[in-house]
């Protein structure tokens, strides 16, 4: 679709049309433009599927859009036909410029939950829950312990020596193992951990300042470095607050591969889909292209393992889950496991919760509530509503 076209509502003014443009082109049109500018690579793998089976999806989502069917990237059925074997459940998948547009942006509070989304206020904000043990904190020129006790620089450096090998993480807007480095000054240089964390990420288009937080690096339990030791392995969980239900909608093992030190299949590495009941990894895993793995391409581990302390895990983000219920309904858990089988919460994705991944791995993300899930976004989107003129933003 043409990006820059908004609807025009013919009983709305010329300025209540522009501010609802505005906010359209700013907020929601980017996020649909980002997603979809993936589409060409991952098509490699597609399937298309079969006139009865378009006809069938077609159907559905005429069902809830109407007339506005042109929000739905049509690709995205044969990228994600590629790998679901139930046809019938082909119309459940939802597109993810779709899904990123408008159905995120409806079970999350915008405004809110900017303020949250900060790794500095983990500490706290996960209080009762296992997390990151942070080192030492930097924000702006300042300098600071674990607990936010003003400290020079010089026994910052003292602190991040002491702790052995750390790991530096921008606190604002990282994703995707970008932002995200070790040190360990037996052997870095002091210079080199004070550069890297004077400079704002690249990814930055706000003059946020230069925000790290410098946490120690977690020692994984044997059974999850067994799917691959050169990285903590983590578990990717997108909870859903539902009809006053916490449902973990779906999990997935992220796995680094070729020495790398981070797990996000942005940065290279793969993932495979846990089965909700019993936490065992499925034996089929994905990279961000939607390539196929039958063995991790390293140590061949993966497929059929149990996930160390699945229950406890499940347990953790729930807790959480409600916590953050009125921030958002739909939230992802970052948790690893630690060398004594405790899960640790390393991070909450309010938005932009890898969706791709997911549906890869494990199917529709609603999967059987998908039709009652749409058809009640369908009226509570705000987003969705402004962008078709059923809204007008004053």
């Known amino acids: 679709m043409n990006y820059n076209e908004v609807p025009r ?19 929601m049109l980017p996020r649909m433009e980002v997603n979809d500018n993936a589409v060409p690579t991952k098509m490699r793998n597609a399937v298309t599927p079969t006139e009865e089976e378009m006809k069938d999806v077609e159907a559905f989502w005429r069902w809830i859009l109407n007339s506005h069917m042109d929000l739905l990237n049509m690709d995205y059925f044969s990228i994600y036909n590629a790998v679901e074997k139930d046809k019938s459940k082909l119309k459940y998948y939802i597109p993810d410029s779709f899904f990123y547009a408008f159905i995120d942006e409806w079970l999350t509070h915008p405004k809110r939950s900017t303020p949250v989304d900060d790794k500095q206020l983990y500490k706290y904000l996960f209080a009762g829950v296992k997390t ?64 890297y964390i004077n400079k704002p990420p690249y990814f ?41 239900k916490c449902i973990p909608l779906s999990s997935v093992l992220r796995m680094g591969v070729n020495g790398s030190r981070v797990d996000n299949c942005s940065s290279g590495g793969i993932v495979a889909g846990i089965d909700r009941e019993t936490g065992t990894v499925k034996p089929v895993a994905y990279n961000a292209n939607g390539d196929r793995f039958l063995s991790h391409p390293q140590t061949g581990e993966f497929g059929h393992k149990m996930i160390t302390n699945w229950e406890e895990v499940l347990k953790a983000v729930e807790k ?8 958002s309904q739909l939230i992802s858990w970052d948790v ?52 078709i003129g059923n809204i007008g933003i004053y």
């Open 204 to 244: 930055y288009t706000q003059p946020y300042g230069t925000e790290y937080v410098i946490e120690r690096v977690i020692k994984q339990h044997p059974e999850m470095a067994a799917f691959n030791p050169s990285s903590v392995n983590t578990i990717r969980i997108m909870t859903m607050i539902w009809e006053g």
């Open 336 to 387: 690893a496991i630690d060398e004594n089988g405790n899960p640790v919460i390393i991070e909450m994705n309010i938005s932009y919760g890898e969706l791709d991944f997911h549906q890869y791995c494990n199917g529709p993300i609603f999967g059987d509530l998908t039709p009652e899930i749409l058809k009640k976004f369908k009226y509570k989107s705000y987003s969705y509503n402004a962008f």
């Open 132 to 195: 990151t043990e942070v080192v030492a904190r930097k924000a702006g020129d300042n300098f600071f312990d674990g607990d936010f006790n003003p400290i020079g620089v010089r026994e910052f450096l003292e602190l991040c020596k002491d702790a052995g090998e750390v790991v530096a993480k921008a606190s604002i807007s990282s994703y995707g193992g970008h932002a995200v480095k070790f040190f360990d000054l037996s052997k870095d240089s002091e210079e080199q951990l004070l550069a």
């Open 9 to 27: 509502n013919t009983l709305e003014s010329d300025e209540c049309y522009d501010k609802r443009k505005g906010y359209v082109l700013q907020y």
């Open 320 to 327: 959480l889950a409600w916590r953050f219920s009125g921030i």
